[in-house]
């Protein structure tokens, strides 16, 4: 009886333990991202690294009122679908300021081969 109720303990335990680093995991390649993100701004000029950094500061206070809500299904949503805008807000800026710097679409699609890696964007457009 005990050795069935230590093997139930013990297999819970290494289910929580594995969700637990694969979260942590999730959340650090988020960070990272935004971060790397925010610092690939500065190649845009003025104006469009201004615009673009305020609207990943935005995200950023987007996914913590996800994360202060909780099980809100409602405000979960909303704050979704201000994600959402957020991200096409960021596209439009970027591919703008790439456009007038550049003058060509090769600098947007690079922009955006760099911005696949984030794993926040996935998630967030997802």
Same mark, same amino acid.
């Given at each position: ?5 230590? =093997?139930?303990? %013990?297999? =819970?335990?290494?289910?929580? =333990? ?10 650090? #390649? ?11 701004? /500065? ?7 201004? %615009?673009?950094? #305020? ?16 099980? /809100?299904?409602?405000? &979960? ?10 991200? #096409? ?6 591919? &703008? %300021? ?7 679409? /090769? ?5 955006? %081969? ?13």
């Amino acid at each position: 009886m005990f050795g069935l109720a230590g =093997s139930l303990l %013990a297999f =819970s335990f290494s289910l929580t =333990s594995t969700r637990h680093f694969e979260r942590r995991h999730v959340v650090l #390649d988020e960070a990272n991202a935004l971060g790397t993100t925010y610092m690939r701004a /500065d190649f845009l000029n003025e104006a469009a690294r201004e %615009a673009v950094q #305020d609207i990943l500061r935005e995200c950023v206070e987007a996914r913590l009122r996800l994360l202060e809500e909780g099980r /809100d299904t409602t405000a &979960t949503v909303k704050n979704n679908a201000r994600l959402r805008e957020l991200l #096409d807000q960021l596209w439009n800026q970027i591919a &703008t %300021a790439f456009w007038k710097m550049h003058n060509r679409r /090769d600098s947007t699609r690079w922009f955006r %081969a760099r911005m696949k890696q984030s794993t926040w964007l996935q998630h967030a457009s997802g």
